[in-house]
């Protein structure tokens, strides 16, 4: 049986979720205080947004969906690759975002996990060793979370070329702070049953409006698409897309700061002898003495991370997401004061 876990922090600095900590640009705010009683009493209009969206990934707009952040892409995904198939199977590369596992399984289909190999390196022969005919799913998170690591993109098309009556489903969460995205190869113009996911929650700090994405040749949207409710963005989130996407300064702005803390991450870790996963990412994986020690100390100082211990491979690690500098600071001061033994 697989589960996601959510897990709810009452206050503090949240540093466990990957989240934008620094909150969203202040021109979605000034767009959102634009809208009226009506906007909140009629159904939305994706127009706008849709249009935002295409050009902001520089794909044609039929070849986007819009969906209630990438976790409804990954329900809605997931339901159009199981429609009608008797004992349909995905296959998951752990660890791995829980998401895939727990939709796959809830939707009745069999999860076969293929695990990182030493060093977190993406596994392109375990993938391909594993599918079977019945496999109608792969997932693939580049960059990798919780690892960090970026994944070949000839293991991508491998897979998408050897697989080809799976949707095989690049999640690119975190490609915002990798800098590179699949979606510039062109190549799910060629290979139909690629799909990228991307969500406006990490690196837009759009998380609590749920904005994400699928980018797919258009007639492989369809079949997603109908499964996906005809209003399932809010008005309030169509009008912030279009805003959040145009205010690229601000976004600039917050990968360098995300770049930044990485950077002191990386050095604390190391001055710390703490092994560490250097990460394309807004996060860092690290293996430090006592991770649920840690990460309960550094909760009673509001100073919320994630253990990741329980993951498949990542025994004893913590994730810890690298936004503000000002917030890592934080965290590395706390960090201190916990290793030093001044709880
Ligand atoms: C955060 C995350 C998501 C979820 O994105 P939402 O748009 O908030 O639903 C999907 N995949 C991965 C790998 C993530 O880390």
């Known amino acids: 049986m697989y589960r996601y876990e959510r897990v709810d922090v009452p206050d503090g600095l949240r540093l466990h979720l990957n989240e934008n ?18 906007d909140a009493a009629f159904y939305p209009d994706y127009a ?3 249009e935002a969206c295409a050009a902001w990934l520089g794909v044609s707009p039929d070849a986007v969906l819009l969906t209630n952040g990438l976790d409804e892409g990954i329900l809605a995904i997931t339901a159009a690759a199981f429609a009608r198939e008797a004992s349909p199977e995905a296959i998951v590369i752990v660890p791995a975002f829980d998401m895939y596992a727990a939709v796959a399984d809830a939707l009745g289909g069999h999860v076969t996990e293929v695990p990182l190999e030493p ?7 375990g993938v391909v060793t594993a599918l079977t005919p019945r ?7 580049d960059p990798h979370n919780p690892t960090g690591q970026p994944v070949p993109p000839d293991a991508i098309l491998q897979i998408a070329a050897a697989a080809p009556n799976a949707f095989v489903v690049v999640d690119e969460a975190y490609a915002d702070f990798a800098g590179t995205s699949l979606l510039e190869a062109r190549a799910f113009a060629r290979l139909p049953n690629l799909v990228v996911g991307r969500t406006f929650a990490k690196a837009h700090g759009l998380a609590g409006l749920r904005a994400g994405v699928l980018v797919a040749n258009p007639p492989t949207l369809e079949a997603i698409r109908a499964i996906v409710p005809p209003y399932s963005i809010n008005a309030w989130a169509a009008r912030a897309l279009p805003a959040a996407l145009g205010d690229r300064e601000y ?3 917050y990968l360098a700061e ?31 003495a006592n991770a649920s020690a840690l990460v309960g100390a550094l909760a009673r100082k509001g100073i919320h991370i ?18 503000v500098v000002a917030h890592t600071q934080a965290f590395i001061a706390a960090l201190e004061e916990v290793l030093c033994g001044g709880e």
């Open 251 to 253: 976004y600039a702005w």
């Open 135 to 141: 496999t109608r799913l792969v997932w693939i998170t």
């Open 48 to 50: 706008a947004a849709h």
């Open 306 to 323: 994630r253990d990741k211990s329980r993951d498949p491979g990542c025994a004893g690690c913590i994730r810890v997401t690298a936004g």
């Open 21 to 38: 900590t620094a909150g969203c640009s202040p021109a979605v705010m000034r767009a959102l205080a634009d809208l009226t009683r009506h």
């Open 119 to 125: 060093g977190f390196t993406f596994p392109l022969a």
């Open 258 to 288: 995300a770049e930044r803390s990485k950077a002191l991450l990386y050095a604390v870790f190391e001055s710390r002898g703490i092994e560490y996963w250097r990460s394309a990412a807004n996060f860092v994986l690290a293996r430090p």
